[in-house]
């Protein structure tokens, strides 16, 4: 097949029936010797040229549907009933010859981190260029076809790009590379496997736009797998959502997130703050109970264990797919009263406000942080000033390269600023090594971090790994500290009985509860929050961040929120701070940064992030990708990437100071406030421009 | 409900009766146990032990006794194994020759692995200066083979059951040491040793109390593949003439006194002590396995 | 990359020096007296002095370390106790000899090592697989002494395939050279065998589950292809650094294997010298193998640098 047979592919617009059909999918794994079922019964179309997603928290089988429909189920898995059909063909009949054939004609896919889907000993070029190869081209011509369609997924210098390793790209790059070597076959079928999940916000629009478009011109059908519901609202025509492996809803994405009717899908909606959601307006509701384990069998509907308006014939038969609408089916006896789900955790809330005069309790003043010397120096932070106070929960928001993380470690002592950087508690000035701070200090300021299986001992108990803190920092022992112990695992909401496990016998949920016990064991003041959900399903999710909130109003400590999902971010702050290449670039109440006027960056991140509450205005493409913090570019850092660049060449020569243009509220611009506020509100003066050199 | 942040009306109740916790995971030994490559393994080792341990009772000739007039004689039902050139009975010898080359053995591994794990921990947890520094020594000990080493160290300190197992032991140490930090360097990765040092922990004690218990498996595995590699270079070394001095019952020792006369025929002189020091490291080896296996899963 | 191997480069002298040191006090400082450890207990005072005189050691350490430092630069590396003439020529031909017969294990072992680990990979948990990885297992864990022994036996004795003696004599042909060091090759190659199999097996398996081999099987590739494409290079590359660190073994081999088989190669050397309580042949000859092992490292270092493109350029572009 040569290059110009391309259009003739099976994906031509004239194969009529969908561009999948899945019937009754079983897929059973061997684990152990016992068999266990990750999806049942599974069934769905998508049709042509549409984008259908897939959405589903951990152990949903939503990969496993991925790799099912490809054949390339790992040596322990199979397809133990149902039936598959991609363009009309037979994909788990076929011979390996037509599988090949499939594969590489009719099929693609795109999975999570572009950087290891990539050989890292064959330069760029000849993988993609290996596509075209397979279809019968010669080496040079499929070099030349190689370098078009990487211009096509947007990549500045296709010619340079093609000579590079894997390892060289960023992961924007790599992902788009990814994305040039899944359509240059012209599948008639692109399966993206959480395609984004790694990618900054800002890189990620772009993808997602990027997606969108070549689907257009592709003519291609799209399924789309992620457990992030926003982006799947924004890609995608028709949504399935699996539960531990049943798809229990099914139907337009608008409609099924709009108004839900299915007690699972209403609940994990509700976990998400929506539509500027605060944490003052009342609590996230959360879905009680577990995930059935791996495998489990149980008789009736799978969430009944979970379902708050469970009848006896849930529990007694497995409902059918019931039809409620247009293209719309839910499994669900109950479909009709879902929408009116009771809440499983009561909305109300009790809070204390920051008092405006409060003094800082802790306070930053010219922090920077430079890692490497002389020729390889990266500087992760420079100049940073900012100060918390007593009771508040500043967000702090920023991309890979922000030096967010930095930040919160040199606030702990755990990395060592430069030399004069000053960090304050209570005016007084911190060691800059932990191993040098007084117990007070180490009491004082405490961390949640974003792994738990990285954050917990897995050799040590829990009842260990709580009382260590309580021994070290709050100086307890004997009863007092038995009794403290009780009451800490009381307000995480945890079980005496649970003391004596080890980490590895508790689920992510429950370990977090155990570092966020920890946490608290000493009293601090503050907490620094490193992305403390990131590693949870949405459902765990919002029972962390209720509970969070709840220590924070019953210990009246401070939060440092760090985390890139601004939806939290927003539910959850009093104030935000926006970081990019290490500096502050706006600093102000939660509210006001959000909704305007605000700095482009936080302008653009904000309109890159997809919401579930359908399109928001005008995007702001950022073009390029993030500079390297080891060659930052010269006066404002942002100006390479900024679509509102003054004309003036202010913006290249000088770094504009962080100032106050509005009360409590700091930006580094070097546009006045009024004229952002009118640019930003008519949606108009974005510069386009060509891409930096 | 377990762990659900329910504080209002009662969660829907009880059909979960499947804990959240993954469950108790079964205690190692069982799962060793099951294993036919650990009792194989375990059984052959367990074996020699007790003939190390009981090698005078249970041998049914005195090794060290001669008899001129019965020497070479082959396997018969008075001898299972034959005699050696002194007329000594090679079955006994080979029974009795597993006292010394276990002891030797055991006694280095032990050595090398108290001493390896520690500079393993300080190396790869205060890394720095003292990771380069004794990262060279270490390097230069690596250089040289096991059997060179103690070349050196016996001609100059004199052969002694002592000396052997210090030297071997001294040769282990920066193997195991290595290894060690590896596994020790994964760790640091993790955040629990941050938390410890926000606690003000010292260092001495996060190195022992947290780092310790999770570089254990692969110390342990480490060690029994040392001990396989120990064997090994006592009964290497004893053929040189290095290790174990004759008269003393030694598989290494006894190949090399018996192994002239083997072009004449007389084989099991040879062949049985080699036996043994095979099935002796096959079952290390196989009971290593085992527990790789085991930490694996 | 460059500087990458000057780096290395220094800190293999740095090391290169710390060996000496430790050599060094073996042989000179922890017999205490030498002259004693020569002559034995029941020699007379008067000529353990004297012959202690006549080593040299009554003078500082430092002066000892550094005539001998600086002897062994310019090349001499001392007189031999044992046979009263320069060690230097000695080493030399020794050295040749045994690198012959490490070579020739090498030329058999290397290939066939990776060549069965990669195909117990292929064959993952299933009979070859298993029958590989439990031989080499076996192999690697019968001392040369041993199976060179049942291979004399075997070839030399009963069949008489094979001559017993590893030297074939001044000036004979390749053939009739390689002819006699087959036999002594073999022990060797059993032990390496299961270890270079096992690196490979291990990095083929790695390789296999990879991303990047999805990836390639995905777009439609043969399986031959995937592996021979995709796998293979980015398996091998871990497998170099360990055959390097092999020629630790294959020396302490080498020992066992010459005396067994009377070739005089360094190995050999160094037992006579040991037996023979000749510490400056004995220093001399563990210098000399440590260096071996040094520059087979160092090799095998700047090979792997080279071969990974990560480490050739250095980091992001």
Redesign the interface.
């Known amino acids: 097949m040569t290059a110009a047979d391309t259009t003739a592919a099976p994906n031509a617009a004239g194969g009529a029936g969908p561009a999948l059909a899945v019937e009754h999918l079983d897929v059973t794994y061997r684990v152990r010797g016992q068999a266990r079922r990750a999806l049942r019964d599974v069934s769905f179309q998508i049709g042509r040229s549409e984008s259908y997603g897939l959405v589903g928290e951990s152990g949903s089988g939503k990969s496993t549907a991925a790799l099912a429909l490809t054949r390339y189920l790992p040596r322990n898995g199979r397809v133990s009933a149902g039936s598959v059909s991609i363009n009309g063909m037979d994909p788990l009949a076929m011979g390996p010859a037509a599988l090949r054939d499939l594969r590489a004609r009719t099929v693609s896919m795109v999975y999570q981190e572009p950087g290891r889907a990539l050989n890292p000993s064959i330069k760029v070029g000849r993988q993609v260029a290996e596509v075209y190869e397979i279809a019968g081209l010669h080496r040079n011509d499929a070099l030349e076809r190689a370098e078009a369609m990487l211009r096509k997924v947007q990549i500045a210098d296709p010619h340079r790009v093609m000579e590079r390793y894997p390892f060289q790209l960023s992961g924007g790059m790599a992902q788009r590379a990814v994305i040039a070597m899944a359509l240059a076959a012209e599948p008639a079928l692109l399966i993206l496997d959480e395609p984004t999940t790694a990618l900054d916000a800002t890189v990620e629009a772009e993808v997602l736009d990027l997606v969108a478009a070549l689907r257009e011109e592709f003519d291609t059908s799209i399924l789309f797998i992620s457990h992030n519901l926003a982006v799947i609202a924004k890609m995608c025509d028709r949504v399935g959502v699996l539960y531990a492996g049943e798809l229990i809803e099914e139907g337009p994405a608008r409609e099924v997130f709009d108004a839900p009717r299915h007690p699972y899908t209403v609940g994990l909606l509700r976990c998400i703050p929506r539509g500027g959601q605060r944490k003052d307006h009342g609590r996230l509701d ?1 879905i ?3 995930l ?2 791996p495998g ?1 069998e149980l008789t009736g509907c799978i969430f ?5 308006i ?1 009848e006896d014939r849930c ?1 007694e038969a497995a409902p059918p797919a019931f039809p409620v609408g247009t293209d719309r089916t839910s499994r669900c006896y109950l479909h009709e009263a879902a929408a009116e789900l ?5 909305a109300d809330i009790e809070l204390p406000t920051v008092r405006p005069d409060s003094r800082p309790i802790v306070a930053l003043e010219g922090v920077s942080k430079t890692f490497g010397s002389h020729g390889e120096a990266v500087k992760a932070l420079v100049g940073v000033n900012l100060s918390l106070e007593a009771g508040e929960t500043l967000g702090l928001v920023g991309e890979s390269g922000s030096g967010k993380t930095t930040l919160a ?1 040199a606030l ?3 990395i060592e600023p430069d030399q004069g950087s000053v960090i304050t508690l209570d005016g007084e000035a911190l060691r800059p090594d ?2 040098r ?1 007084p ?1 007070d200090q ?1 009491k004082a ?3 949640v ?1 974003q ?1 738990p299986d ?7 108990t829990v009842r260990r790994l709580i009382s ?2 309580l021994a ?2 709050a100086g307890l022992s004997g009863a007092r500290l038995r009794e403290r112990l009780a009451d800490l695992v009381r307000s995480v ?3 005496e009985r ?1 003391l004596s ?1 080890r980490p ?4 992510g ?2 370990k977090q ?1 155990v570092a966020i016990a ?1 946490a608290f064991a000493g009293g601090p003041r503050l907490v620094v929050c490193d992305e403390p959900t990131s590693a949870l399903d949405v459902s765990v999710q ?2 962390i961040l ?2 969070l909130v709840d220590l924070q109003a019953k210990e009246r400590v401070t939060y440092l929120f760090i985390s890139h999902d601004l939806g939290l971010v927003r539910y959850l702050s009093d104030r935000i701070a926006v970081l990019y290449l290490g500096r502050i670039m706006e600093l102000g109440p939660a509210e006001t940064v959000f909704a305007g006027p605000h700095h482009p960056y936080t302008e653009a991140l904000l309109s890159a992030v997809p919401s579930l509450d359908g399109q928001r205005p005008e995007r702001i493409r950022l073009t390029g990708e993030i500079p390297s913090a080891a060659d930052p570019p010269s006066g404002c850092v942002f100006h390479t990437r900024c679509p509102r660049r003054l004309p003036t060449g202010e913006c290249e020569s000088s770094e504009p100071p962080l100032r106050e243009v509005a009360p409590g509220h700091l930006m580094s611009c070097h546009i006045p406030i009024d004229q952002l506020t009118v640019l930003q509100r008519s949606g108009a003066g974005t510069v386009t421009r060509e891409d930096p050199p | ?9 009662a ?2 109740a009880a ?2 009766t ?1 804990t ?6 079964a205690a190692p030994w069982r799962l060793l146990l099951r294993r036919p490559t650990f009792v194989v393994g375990g059984i052959i080792l367990l074996f020699w032990i007790v003939c190390a341990v009981f090698g005078n009772q249970i041998a049914p000739h005195n090794p060290l006794a001669q008899s001129l007039l019965a020497t070479n004689n082959g396997p018969s039902g008075a001898h299972w194994f034959g005699t050696d050139q002194l007329g000594r009975d090679v079955f006994s010898r080979v029974i009795a020759g597993a006292r010394d080359i276990l002891i030797i053995a055991a006694g280095a591994t032990a050595l090398g692995t108290v001493l390896g794990t520690a500079l393993g921990l300080v190396m790869g947890y205060l890394g720095g200066i003292v990771d380069t520094l004794v990262g ?2 270490v ?11 103690a ?7 004199g052969h002694s059951t002592g000396t052997l197992i210090l030297v071997i032991g001294f040769v282990f140490t920066p193997l195991i040491a290595r290894t060690v930090r590896s596994a020790v360097l994964v760790e640091s ?4 040793l ?8 010292k260092p001495v004690r996060i190195m022992v109390v ?1 780092v310790l ?2 570089v254990l498996p692969a110390v342990l595995v480490e060690s029994t593949v040392r001990l ?1 590699y120990a064997i ?1 270079a006592v ?2 070394l004893s ?4 290790g174990v001095q004759p008269p003393t019952p030694d598989w ?1 020792a006894d ?1 090399y006194a018996n ?1 002239g006369v ?2 004449a025929g007389y ?1 099991w002189e ?1 062949l049985f002590p ?1 036996l043994a ?2 099935s002796l ?2 079952g290390v ?1 196989l009971v290593t ?1 085992a527990i790789e296996q085991v930490l694996a899963s | 990359m460059a500087t990458y191997i000057l780096r290395r480069l220094g ?1 293999a002298l ?3 020096w ?2 000496s040191v ?2 060094f006090f ?2 000179q400082v ?2 205490g007296d030498p002259g004693r ?1 020569i002559l034995g207990p029941l020699a007379a005072q008067s000529a353990v002095h004297a012959l202690d005189q006549q080593l040299g050691v009554g003078r500082p350490l430092l002066s000892q370390y550094w005539s001998w430092v600086s002897g062994l630069v310019h090349g001499n590396m001392g007189i031999s106790y044992q046979l009263r003439s320069p060690v230097a020529p000695q080493i030399g031909a020794a050295l040749v000899n045994s690198i012959k017969l490490a070579a020739l294990a090498f030329v058999i072992v290397v290939p066939l090592g990776i060549v069965g680990g990669v195909f117990a990979a292929l064959r993952y948990g299933r009979a070859a697989d298993r029958l590989i990885s439990v031989s080499g ?2 192999a690697a ?6 199976s060179g ?2 291979l ?2 075997i070839f030399a ?1 009963e069949l008489k395939w094979l001559p017993v003696q590893a030297s074939a004599g001044a000036g004979a042909s390749v053939g009739s050279q390689l002819d006699h060091l087959i036999l002594p090759a073999i022990p060797l190659v059993l032990v390496l065998f299961g270890y270079i199999a096992r690196m490979a097996r291990a990095g083929t398996i790695e390789a296999l589950d990879s991303d990047y081999a999805r990836t390639a099987t995905l777009k439609g590739l043969k399986r031959s292809v995937v592996i021979r494409r995709h796998v293979l290079r980015n398996s091998l590359l871990p497998t170099i650094t360990v055959i390097a660190t092999q020629t ?2 294959l ?2 081999g080498l ?2 294997v010459e ?1 067994l088989f009377n070739y005089q190669g360094i190995g050999n050397l ?2 006579t010298a ?2 023979g ?1 000749d ?1 400056p042949m ?2 001399a000859g ?1 210098l000399t ?2 260096v071996v ?2 520059v087979a ?1 160092l090799i095998a270092d700047v090979l792997y640098t080279v071969l990974n493109p990560r480490l050739r350029l250095g980091g992001a572009g």
């Open positions: 959360t009680p109970g577990f059935p384990p489990a009944a264990p979970r379902c708050p469970a529990r009771p809440r499983s955790t009561p470690r702990l002592g755990l932990a191993k701070r117990r180490l300021l405490q961390i971090f792994n990285s954050a917990l001992n897995r050799r040590h260590r803190p070290r920092l909401r945890m079980e649970q496990l590895s016998q508790l689920s949920g429950l509860r920890r919002a029972a209720n509970l | 409900m377990i762990g659900s942040s329910a504080a209002g009306p969660a829907p059909a979960i499947v959240q916790a993954a469950g108790r995971p060279r020594v390097e230069a000990v690596i250089a040289l083979p096991v059997v060179i080493v070349f050196l160290f016996i001609v100059a300190i990765q993790l955040d629990y941050s938390s410890a040092r926000l606690l003000g922990e947290e218990p999770n396989g090994f009964a290497t053929f040189l003439g290095f290494g190949i192994y083997l072009p084989w040879t080699a020091i095979a490291i096959v080896n396995d | 800190l740095v090391t290169l710390l060996l430790i050599v073996a042989g922890l017999p450890a297992l076996s864990t019968v001392p040369e002494f041993v022994i049942v004399i036996v004795v630790g073994y020396v302490g020992v066992v005396h160094i037992w040991a037996n309580k510490f004995l220093e563990v193998i440590g092992y040094m490292t």
